[in-house]
C-alpha cells in the first residue's frame, strides 16, 4: 500500500453490516433506509430509462438537467442566484463531493480540522490527500438526574476549536445535522465558528448539509454559507441518498463559489469523470416536482415519528438516549451494560484491534440481542476514542415494524 492509505484497515462498516446479516439482526448499524422511495421519486428513474437516449456520459461537471435543477432549487435557501454551470458540481454521492473538495483543497502538511465525532470518511480523505488531521471534541454537558439529554447538550468548545488553529490551517470540516449526535448548529454557534474561521484567510470550510431536510421539534437547519462572510469559502455538501431515501443512486453535489467549485470540478474530471445519467436525470426530475408535492414536510413528519418510536424504545430498554434535534441516528447509553472480558484497550480508527467498550457492546448487541448499532469511537481519534465508549450509535431510517422488532429485542438489556 501507498503510505496514504498504509494505515487504513476495515472501517467499522465492513464489520457491523456482514455481522448483522450473519446473525440476522435487526440492523440500526449503517444509515440507510429500509423502506422505497417516494412513488415520484422511483418513477423518475423508471420514466428516464423508458425514453432512453441518456444512457451515455453526460457533462462531467454535472448532468445539465441536475445542474439547473439545483440551481433553481437551491438558490432562494441561499439568498442568491446560484450559477449551475459554475457554482455546482455533481458527485457520486456525498462522498465523492468530500473527497474531491479535499483533494482540491489540502496540500501535503496542510492541517485539517476534524470536530468529533466526525463520520469516519472525513479521515480517510484527509489522509489521502496528504493532510494533518486536528481534532477537537464536542463536549456533552453534565448529565442532570431525571432530565433528558438532547444533542443540543453536546457544544463546541470555541476557545479549543480556536486554539486548533495555525497558520497551516486549510479547511474545517462541519458537519450539521450533525451525525451521529443529532445536534443541529444553532445561529451563535455557526456564527461564533464564522469569527474564527475569518481571522484566518487561508481557511476554507466544508458544510457537510446532507442531512438539511432532517431535523425536529421545530430545530431549524441553517446553511453555514449563509453566515456573512462564508460564501466565498465554504463549500456545502449535499446528497440525493439521504433526501430522497436513494443511499444506492450515489448522486451528490458541491455548491460554492467560483474558484473552489472550478477545482473541484478539475480534481472530480480525473475521479469518475462524470455521474451517471440516468440517476443524474432521475433525481433532476425529483427536486422540479418535491416542492409542490409537498415532499420535504412530509419527509420531516415520517422521520419525526420514527425518532420517536426509537428514543421510547431505547429508553425503555433503559439504553437513555441524547434525544437527536437532527439526521436519523440515536446515541444510547450503553455505559449500564458490564461485559464479561471488556477491556480497555485502545482502538483504531483506521485499523484492527477495536477493543473498547462500545465495540465490545455492539458486538453483544447484535449477536447475542439481536439488534446492530454502530460504536461511535469510530468517529473519533486514537487518542479521543475513550471519550465515547459510553454510547452506541442506533439508526432509525427503518420501517415502524422493523423499529417494534428492535425494541422487543433490545428489552432483553434490561
Ligand atoms: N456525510 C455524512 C455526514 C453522512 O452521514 C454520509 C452518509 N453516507 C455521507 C456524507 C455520504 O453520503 P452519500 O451516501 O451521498 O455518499
Ligand atoms: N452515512 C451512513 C452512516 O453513517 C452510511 C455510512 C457509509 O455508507 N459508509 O451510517
Not at 422511495?37 to 420514466?47: H, M, Q, S, W
Not at 482540491?104 to 472525513?122: A, Q
Not at 431549524?220 to 443511499?247: V, Y
Not at 450509535?393 to 415502524?400: L, Q, S
Amino acid at each position: 500500500p501507498s503510505q496514504q492509505t498504509s494505515s487504513f484497515g476495515p472501517s467499522v462498516w465492513l464489520e457491523f453490516s456482514p455481522l448483522s446479516v450473519k446473525h440476522k439482526s435487526v440492523n440500526l448499524g449503517q444509515g440507510f433506509p429500509d423502506f422505497e422511495p417516494a412513488d415520484f421519486v422511483r418513477d423518475a428513474l423508471i420514466k428516464t430509462i423508458e425514453k432512453g437516449g441518456l444512457n451515455q456520459y453526460t457533462r462531467s461537471a454535472g448532468h445539465p438537467r441536475l445542474v439547473n435543477a439545483l440551481s433553481k432549487f437551491y438558490s432562494p435557501y441561499f439568498n442568491r442566484d446560484i450559477d449551475p454551470m459554475t457554482e455546482i458540481v455533481t458527485s457520486v454521492g456525498a462522498s465523492e463531493a468530500l473527497f474531491c473538495t479535499i483533494q482540491s483543497v489540502v496540500n501535503p502538511g496542510d492541517e485539517v480540522i476534524l470536530i468529533e465525532p466526525f463520520f469516519d470518511i472525513y479521515l480517510g480523505a484527509v489522509l489521502m490527500a496528504g493532510g494533518v488531521p486536528k481534532y477537537v471534541s464536542l463536549k456533552e454537558e453534565p448529565r442532570v438526574e431525571g432530565k433528558k439529554r438532547t444533542a443540543d447538550g453536546w457544544k463546541l468548545d470555541i476557545n479549543e476549536f480556536e486554539q486548533a488553529f495555525s497558520d497551516k490551517t486549510k479547511l474545517v470540516i462541519l458537519n450539521n445535522p450533525h451525525n451521529p449526535v443529532g445536534k443541529v448548529f444553532k445561529l451563535d454557534e455557526l456564527t461564533e465558528i464564522a469569527e474564527v474561521v475569518k481571522k484566518h484567510p487561508q481557511t476554507c470550510v466544508i458544510s457537510d448539509e446532507v442531512y438539511e431536510w432532517m431535523t425536529y421539534d421545530n430545530a431549524e437547519h441553517l446553511r453555514f454559507a449563509n453566515i456573512p462572510g462564508m460564501w466565498e469559502r465554504t463549500i456545502t455538501i449535499g446528497s440525493a441518498g439521504k433526501t430522497f431515501s436513494i443511499t444506492g443512486w450515489k448522486v451528490g453535489w458541491c455548491i460554492g463559489p467560483k474558484p473552489i467549485i472550478h477545482s473541484i470540478a478539475m480534481a472530480h474530471q480525473y475521479i469518475p469523470f462524470s455521474v451517471p445519467t440516468p440517476t443524474q436525470e432521475a433525481v433532476a426530475i425529483a427536486f422540479e416536482e418535491a416542492p409542490a408535492r409537498g415532499y420535504f414536510d412530509q419527509l420531516k413528519k415520517m422521520y419525526q415519528a420514527k425518532r420517536d418510536q426509537l428514543v421510547s424504545a431505547l429508553a425503555d430498554s433503559g439504553l437513555d438516549p441524547v434525544i437527536p434535534q437532527g439526521a436519523y441516528f440515536i446515541m444510547g447509553d450503553i455505559s449500564k451494560i458490564k461485559l464479561f472480558g471488556d477491556q480497555g484497550q485502545n482502538t483504531s480508527i483506521t485499523g484492527m484491534g477495536k477493543h473498547l467498550h462500545d465495540w465490545n457492546v455492539c458486538r453483544w448487541l447484535t449477536t447475542d440481542i439481536g439488534v446492530t448499532a454502530i460504536p461511535p469511537s469510530s468517529f473519533y481519534s486514537d487518542e479521543h476514542a475513550p471519550l465515547s465508549t459510553n454510547y452506541a450509535r442506533f439508526c432509525f431510517c427503518k420501517k415502524e415494524e422493523v423499529l417494534e422488532t428492535a425494541r422487543q429485542n433490545l428489552l432483553k438489556v434490561k
